[in-house]
């Protein structure tokens, strides 16, 4: 591996960190809502909103 394929591995972590959560903290939504369920969710179409 050279060393700019090690930078680039670390690249996309680097982008994702400010949206990383501690354990413990809670998801919300845009408007600041928690999100008490986050293993399941609706998908569109059938069983799921349209």
Known sequence: MTEQNGMNEHRKDE??????????????????????????SLKAGEGGRR
Request: aromatic letters at 4%; glycine letters at 8%.
């Open 15 to 40: 982008q994702l960190e400010a949206f990383r959560r501690e354990p413990g903290e809670h998801l919300t939504t845009n408007q600041g809502v928690r999100i008490d369920d986050t293993n399941n």
